[in-house]
């Protein structure tokens, strides 16, 4: 609670402070940078009210302060230290999938061990890889794990609505993408159940790697919740268009060993 507080009264203040309030956002962005955050934030003490970083992760809806639900804004990383407050949808609704789990068999003739400590992303994503159950979800047997972590995008511009927003060495992450003869396969994993997600956690990795290759780009979202594992599979109608992704199916499984 004390942290939902300290951001809203952080950007309570930073909108005071540059007079954002004012801004015609039906028209363009408001534009802003880490360092005039961090100048508007100075007086607050914690990391958690003056950190640039921590006030723009804003991951699902309800992780706005209240100027931004209020107003239909969201936030979005334009450069290294710059961001771009724009009116419009930023949020993309994870459905919940109705039908019953499918009790998946493992290709796996051993147990995993060490798939059993913890409770990653990682660790419930590589496991449904060693399982078997992402080349089956994609009925591509070819798949192997080729790109992990952290990668900043190449310049691309895309719009919100009427408004050109432009991305350039945006450092960007996704939790696997796997390879295979025709396709390219990201995923975006959670590890608790998910109502909703920000576009740009599918938008700019699908954008980065539909620079690299000619293959087709699929985006899944991916969550382990109890037992069960779940996968939708999104695609971008209009390539530029941020607001375009629709959800092509989904399913959910019971891994058996």
């Known amino acids: 609670m004390a942290k939902v507080k300290a951001l809203h009264r952080s950007w309570e203040k930073i909108f005071q402070e540059y007079h954002i309030d004012k801004h015609n956002f039906s028209s363009n962005p408001f534009y802003i940078t880490s360092k005039q955050i961090g100048k508007a934030c100075q007086d607050f003490k914690r ?76 660790q419930h994503l590589h496991f449904a890889y060693a399982s078997s159950l992402i080349r089956t979800f994609m009925e591509d047997k070819s798949l192997v794990l080729s790109i992990a972590g952290r990668k900043y995008t190449p310049k691309f511009s895309f719009k919100v609505g009427n408004k050109n927003i432009e991305v350039q060495s945006v450092q960007t992450e996704i939790d696997a993408g796997y390879e295979g003869k025709k396709q390219v396969v990201l995923i975006e994993a959670k590890n608790f159940k998910t109502t909703n997600t920000i576009i740009r956690q599918l938008y700019y990795p699908f954008r980065r790697w539909q620079t690299y290759t000619d293959k087709k780009v699929i985006i899944l979202f991916f969550e382990k919740n109890n037992d069960i594992y779940s996968i939708w599979e999104f695609q971008f109608i209009d390539v530029k268009d941020y607001n375009s992704v629709e959800l092509i199916r989904s399913s959910k499984f019971k891994i058996k060993n």
Request: negative net charge; glycine residues 6%.
């Open 47 to 122: 990391p958690s009210e003056k950190e640039a970083r921590i006030l723009c992760k804003q991951d699902c809806r309800e992780d706005r302060p209240h100027i931004f639900i209020e107003k239909g804004l969201f936030i979005l990383p334009v450069k290294n230290g710059e961001y771009a407050i724009i009116e419009g949808e930023g949020y993309l609704d994870i459905p919940s999938i109705k039908k019953t789990e499918t009790i998946y068999k493992s290709k796996l003739d051993f147990i995993l061990d060490t798939s059993l400590v913890g409770n990653s992303e990682m």
